[in-house]
């Protein structure tokens, strides 16, 4: 079955959870228009993400999952939260999910892993993941040392569930790339930064809208955990300090709470402004249901035009 199917959705499209970002008017948007919109339980408390779940199941009854990053604070509980809300779909980011699989699954709830390599694809499907996600380095926020067009299908290869790739998609030719590599959907997170329902500062907005291809870098992988973000006045300072090899205390009290500097105070030159590479798409703020119009559009019209050039 498809992926689309086996999720109910009517677009290959899913809206990444993005820490302190995707909270529930932009999740119902996205499952809204089609795609599967993804709450966020990242930066937010535990009585925070149940409010969050119950909102969208009262708002749509559409499908929609919850990405529970493995380093929150409070895990275990959350763990248990999201079994007592019954959620239908979980993606993971940020960890290791495989102490929680069984929890899950036998709750009936259908786990969404992101993988990073061949082998931890194999060991996902083997505790029964419903799918998985590769990210490539091209995506924003922390991100893997693989990239896409080399390591995407390598994972389709290894494994009989569905792949979703993430990272770079901002247009359908993409979309259509992804599938020419054996994705069965995409995963998008920058992209839906600039929609109207996402509740990111206009300040970060507007910083995504001026800032242009070549601003993308990463921070962090001197120290093992890179993120990619757009440059500014605070990814200067971070760089040098990474040049001279300080120490990772100093380098992670500079970044620590600069990604809600950026996302809800507008502090766009000290803050983090997560975002992946191809800033160059980034131009325009229009509802979550037009982007993913203008995704499938351009996706139809890929199509026609590489068919009509064989
Ligand atoms: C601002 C921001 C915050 C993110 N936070 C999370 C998160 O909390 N959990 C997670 O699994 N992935 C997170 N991601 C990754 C996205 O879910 C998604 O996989 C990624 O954005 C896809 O690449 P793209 O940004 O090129 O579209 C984040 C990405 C961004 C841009």
């Known amino acids: 079955m498809k992926l689309t199917q086996m999720l109910g959705i009517d677009y290959p499209i899913i809206q990444g959870g993005m820490a302190n970002i995707s909270s529930p008017d932009l ?3 996205v499952s809204e228009a089609g795609g599967l919109g993804v709450l966020a339980t990242g930066g937010f408390s535990l009585e925070e993400i149940r409010e969050n779940i119950r909102t969208c199941k009262a708002k749509s009854s559409k499908p929609f999952a919850v990405n529970v990053v493995l380093l929150h604070p409070e895990i275990d509980q959350l763990a248990q939260v999201i079994i007592d809300e019954k959620v239908d779909y979980i993606t993971c980011g940020g960890g290791n999910p495989l102490p929680y699989f069984d929890q899950w699954t036998q709750a009936g709830i259908r786990v969404i892993p992101l993988v990073g390599n061949v082998k931890m694809a194999k060991k996902v499907e083997e505790k029964g993941a419903f799918a998985c ?6 995506a924003g926020g922390h991100i893997s040392s693989l990239h896409t067009m080399a390591e995407l299908p390598a994972i389709v290869d290894a494994v009989t569930i569905p792949v979703i790739s993430a990272g770079g998609i901002y247009t359908g030719r993409q979309i259509l790339a992804a599938e020419a590599l054996g ?7 920058t992209k839906f930064l600039l929609a109207e329902e996402c509740p990111i500062h206009q300040n970060y907005k507007n910083y995504l809208i001026n800032s242009s291809d070549s601003d993308s870098l990463v921070t962090g ?6 993120v990619r973000v757009v440059k500014n006045r605070l990814t200067d300072q971070l760089q040098k300090l990474e040049s001279q090899g300080a120490l990772e205390e100093e380098f992670n009290a500079m970044v620590r709470g600069s990604g809600q500097r950026a996302a809800q105070e507008g502090e ?8 992946g590479e191809g800033l160059a798409y980034l131009n325009k703020i229009q509802p979550a249901k037009e982007i ?4 499938m559009k351009d996706y139809d019209q890929a199509k026609l035009n590489l068919s009509s050039q064989c």
């Open 221 to 226: 992988a001197f120290y093992g955990h890179p």
């Open 268 to 275: 766009t030159e000290w803050g983090s402004i997560f975002a």
């Open 292 to 295: 993913i119009q203008d995704l």
């Open 27 to 29: 999740v119902v948007a």
């Open 133 to 138: 996600i590769f990210e490539g380095a091209e």
């Open 183 to 189: 994705a069965e959907g995409v995963q998008i997170g």
